[in-house]
């Protein structure tokens, strides 16, 4: 894929990712006039980005759109953030992409699977983390 169609998904996903945090309400409503397939194939695509900061960000609005809309289906997009966890040369990014995934993959099964936080991604990735964590490592201790 060219590098104009990737930053062009990654222009679209940004774009609905600011228009979602502006309100901060996770309202399905406001986005039904979205394609939720064409806007998880944008996701795809900017996860394949050779800019990290596409990635990232793209990394983070997964995480988002999974805490609005907890019973769509993403495991197309959990293979590719594991296969960015798998590749990226920046541990940072391959750490928030296994994460992301794990999220995506179980976060049904976290007792408050909401871990958007307006504008402050890191508070998201540290919930999800502390969430995670309690329902698959903590949990074992008490057995």
């Known amino acids: 894929m060219n590098s104009r169609k990737i930053l062009a998904s990654a222009a679209i996903a940004a774009a609905l990712s600011i228009g979602a945090t502006a309100n901060a309400q996770p309202d399905e409503s406001r986005y039904a006039k979205y394609d939720f397939q064409k806007l998880m194939k944008s996701f795809d695509s900017s996860l394949r980005s050779d800019v990290p900061g596409i990635v990232e960000s793209t990394i983070y609005n997964l ?43 179980y976060g049904s099964r976290i007792e408050d699977t909401s871990v958007f936080t307006p504008y402050d991604h ?22």
């Open 63 to 105: 995480v988002e759109y999974k805490s609005f809309f907890p019973e769509r289906e993403y495991a197309r997009l959990v293979r590719s953030l594991q296969e960015v966890a798998r590749t990226s040369s920046d541990s940072t990014i391959a750490f928030k992409a296994a994460l992301a995934g794990m999220y995506l993959s």
């Open 122 to 143: 890191e508070t998201a990735f540290k919930t999800a983390a502390r969430q995670l964590e309690k329902k698959f490592l903590l949990s074992r201790a008490s057995e």
